[in-house]
């Protein structure tokens, strides 16, 4: 199992920065990928950015060069963060950790997908 903490989310202006944090803990085996999801009011849960590892970080068209996806081993597991920066107020949302375990399972491959609760961002002057 993996838990995923997401913190950093707040009320900011258009224009301004914010950094979201994903505190992950437990077994990191065969974890292949961790990433940002975002659902806005009424619309579906998208992709932000994901760092596949050993094969990159994608991005949402909405959000290249504006957002950055990194991450920091610690002791008790990864700290995952999307810094985000010149804000608009379509990049309003609840905020989604994400991390996704690939696994050989009866002949093919198999996907665990594993959620924080979320962490709001408002962009409104």
């Known amino acids: 199992q993996v838990q995923l903490v997401e913190s950093g989310g707040s009320l900011v202006q258009p224009g301004g920065s914010l950094r979201l944090s994903c505190e992950a803990s437990?077994?990191?085996?065969?974890?292949?990928?961790m990433g940002w999801y975002r659902q806005a009011s009424g619309k579906q849960r998208e992709l932000v950015g994901k760092?596949?590892?050993?094969?990159?970080?994608?991005?949402s068209d909405s959000v290249k060069g504006r957002f950055t996806v990194s991450i920091s081993e610690v002791n008790a597991g990864r700290i995952l963060y999307l810094q985000m920066n010149a804000l608009k107020p379509e990049d309003t949302a609840e905020y989604y950790c994400?991390?996704?375990?690939?696994?050989?399972?009866?002949?093919?491959?198999?996907?665990?997908?594993?959620w924080g609760r979320g962490t709001q961002v408002i962009v409104a002057s």
């Open positions: 994400n991390a996704g375990r690939i696994y050989w399972n009866n002949g093919a491959f198999s996907r665990d997908d594993y």
């Open positions: 437990g077994s990191m085996y065969s974890i292949k990928d």
């Open positions: 760092m596949i590892f050993g094969n990159g970080i994608e991005y």
